[in-house]
């Protein structure tokens, strides 16, 4: 009996370890939400396309909540917030995507590590800020391990219009400069 008791608390106790990574606060949206969102949330426009073929199966990429206060990624083994978009790896033109997400600062994640964004003084942080319906902008795998980050806010107004709230302006997020953003390390 006390064998079987040991066994089903380790098991738990890892799981909430393991598990803990994948609670997370960023949202995808889909379909249109009725109201602009709140105070403490912000809807976020980014655009991802490839220009060359990624060599794997898929084309990761994925921007960490950062905390100015503490001046580094704000996830736990609990609780990790982080925007994590997943593209085919065949080339294909910029698709916008849509997420709702606490309103804070968002930065281009070291776990891009096979994608590193090309030397430019924007792409690498912005504010989310709160109530506010915003264009990071696009991330565009370009070959040679490398990502550009470009602006085209006609583009993402139009792409992204069907799934934004009616009364909502797009307008650019807000770039940050942010301290070295070391990737989140979770391990039981």
Same mark, same amino acid.
């Given at each position: ?23 997370? /606060? ?24 490839? @220009? ?12 960490? @909540?950062? /905390? ?21 790896? /065949? ?6 995507? =849509?997420? @709702? ?15 590193t964004l090309a030397s430019s003084t924007m792409g690498r942080a912005f504010v989310a800020p709160p109530g506010a ?8 795998? =370009?070959?040679?391990?490398?990502? @550009? ?8 107004? /139009?792409?992204?219009?069907? =799934? ?25």
């Open positions: 009996m006390r064998r079987g008791f040991l066994h089903w608390t380790s098991l738990l106790i890892a799981c909430a370890f393991i598990t803990g990574c994948l609670l997370n /606060s960023v949202h995808p949206i889909t379909t249109a939400p009725q109201t602009k969102p709140d105070s403490a949330h912000a809807i976020i426009v980014i655009g991802v396309g490839l @220009e060359a073929a990624w060599p794997f199966t898929e084309f990761p990429l994925v921007l960490d @909540e950062y /905390s100015a206060d503490k001046q580094g990624i704000t996830g736990t083994c609990f609780h990790y917030n982080r925007i994590e978009i997943t593209r085919p790896s /065949s080339p294909a033109k910029v698709v916008y995507l =849509v997420y @709702e997400v606490p309103a804070n600062i968002y930065v281009y994640s070291a776990r891009n590590a096979n994608a319906t915003v264009y990071f902008g696009d991330y565009v795998f =370009v070959g040679n391990a490398t990502v @550009e980050f470009r602006r085209n806010i006609g583009a993402a107004r /139009s792409g992204a219009q069907s =799934v934004l709230p009616r009364e909502s302006v797009l307008k650019f997020a807000e770039p940050t400069t942010v301290a070295h953003a070391p990737g989140l390390l979770c391990t039981p």
